[in-house]
């Protein structure tokens, strides 16, 4: 499996944010982006990008994983994205691209979040045995990532 970069899915340079995050991180959060889904993933990866930069100035979060196949893109990476208030500095994270109170997880999804979460230890960018929370378990009023996505994240 690799992370397909931001150079190669077309990514907006200005998307990439300035600061970079205080590493080894001891969170991931798992979210879930709320926009259509087609089947050109480096394209549904932009649309997302673009709300990020309308919201926050950058792309908010670390990588993306689309439902196709699979695929994990680098979204702002190690950089300090905006995806957890009071944690964007010290937490991974994983957006899955799409609605997921809606569509089911695809077990190609739940298998590349896998890998990048060993991934991230493995470069040393992530503490062993970090908490995983989806994003609603932050006490936020947020249904992030999804019912059916939030079911499935003890796998």
Same mark, same amino acid.
């Given at each position: 499996m690799e992370i397909v970069s931001r150079s190669d899915w077309g990514a907006?340079? =200005?998307s990439l944010p300035e600061i970079k995050m205080r590493l080894p991180a001891t969170e991931v959060f798992i979210h879930h982006s709320v926009t259509p889904v087609t089947n050109n993933p480096a394209a549904d990866i932009r649309v997302v990008e673009g709300v990020g930069v309308k919201k926050y %100035?950058?792309?908010?979060? %670390?990588?993306?994983?689309?439902?196709? +196949?699979? =695929?994990i893109f680098e979204g702002a990476g190690t950089r300090r994205g905006a995806h957890t208030a009071q944690k964007n500095s010290t %937490?991974? @994270?994983?957006?899955? &691209? @799409? +609605?997921? =109170?809606?569509?089911?997880?695809? &077990?190609q999804q739940l298998d590349s979040?896998?890998?990048?979460?060993?991934e991230l230890v493995h470069r040393g960018?992530?503490?062993? @045995?970090?908490?995983? %929370?989806g994003h609603r378990d932050t006490g936020f009023a947020t249904a992030c990532p999804g019912q059916k996505l939030y079911d499935v994240l003890d796998a």
């Amino acid at each position: 499996m690799e992370i397909v970069s931001r150079s190669d899915w077309g990514a907006d340079p =200005e998307s990439l944010p300035e600061i970079k995050m205080r590493l080894p991180a001891t969170e991931v959060f798992i979210h879930h982006s709320v926009t259509p889904v087609t089947n050109n993933p480096a394209a549904d990866i932009r649309v997302v990008e673009g709300v990020g930069v309308k919201k926050y %100035s950058h792309l908010p979060y %670390s990588y993306l994983i689309p439902p196709r +196949n699979g =695929e994990i893109f680098e979204g702002a990476g190690t950089r300090r994205g905006a995806h957890t208030a009071q944690k964007n500095s010290t %937490s991974f @994270g994983i957006c899955w &691209v @799409g +609605n997921y =109170e809606q569509r089911a997880p695809k &077990v190609q999804q739940l298998d590349s979040t896998r890998w990048l979460i060993r991934e991230l230890v493995h470069r040393g960018h992530l503490i062993a @045995g970090a908490r995983i %929370s989806g994003h609603r378990d932050t006490g936020f009023a947020t249904a992030c990532p999804g019912q059916k996505l939030y079911d499935v994240l003890d796998a």
